[in-house]
């Protein structure tokens, strides 16, 4: 199941990657040099498989993966949601802040699939899944040290002011500050990537909010 997911990761991030040189222009170099990173290192992953047994966790949002439809969605996309329902009760899922609200952990979670704490291991990059229960505000925050990129796979969702529609990718490139709120309606389900830049580990990696 981890090999069916890994293979699906590669589809997706080959697709994105393929997108952006098409429609090269100068603002999007970072974008590219992303998706190049992460395609190489899944690339690599396909080939020197490490799986590890990792403790599972859930959290109370991870309820609403049955709430979104494989229905009008790409087959792409599709298949890593299903992929992800079908993992869910086997992955650590985790809210990365010290101490977070109440609202915090009724309706949001995010899990590592790829990583230094993943089921498969990595210690070059992470990626993995945010989840947002409908109508949740995710506050604004930064990542030190750390490159990160949002594909939003089932709905509408509010960054940075701008509404956004499924299939949407973002880059937020180190300490840029960013917020997120997920439709009234809806739940939304992010892809996730992060690679570290400067020294450091990504293991164990603080989250911050403003």
Do not use: C
């Not at 079908?86 to 009724?106: A, T």
């Not at 490139?173 to 990537?193: D, F, M, Q, V």
């Amino acid at each position: 199941m981890l090999k069916n997911i890994l293979d699906e990761l590669v589809l997706v991030y080959l697709k994105e990657l393929s997108f952006v040189k098409s429609k090269l222009q100068k603002e999007n170099l970072n974008i590219l040099k992303h998706l190049e990173f992460v395609v190489k290192e899944l690339e690599k992953l396909k080939h020197q498989l490490e799986i590890i047994e990792i403790k599972s966790e859930t959290k109370p949002v991870v309820s609403y993966l049955s709430q979104i439809s494989l229905e009008n969605k790409a087959d792409d996309y599709k298949k890593v949601i299903k992929n992800l329902k079908e993992l869910s009760g086997k992955l650590f899922w985790r809210y990365g802040y010290q101490e977070p609200s109440q609202e915090m952990i009724g309706k949001y979670a995010y899990t590592e699939v790829i990583g230094p704490e993943g089921p498969i291991y990595s210690e070059e990059m992470i990626i993995g899944f945010v989840l947002l229960a409908p109508g949740f505000y995710y506050p604004k925050h930064k990542h030190s040290q750390i490159e990160e990129s949002y594909l939003f796979l089932n709905a509408k969702t509010l960054y940075n002011n701008a509404i956004l529609e499924k299939g949407s990718f973002i880059l937020n490139e180190t300490g840029k500050i960013h917020e997120l709120r997920s439709a009234a309606e809806n739940p939304a389900l992010i892809l996730y990537s992060w690679r570290k830049q400067g020294g450091g580990s990504l293991k164990n990696y603080q989250l911050n909010l403003e």
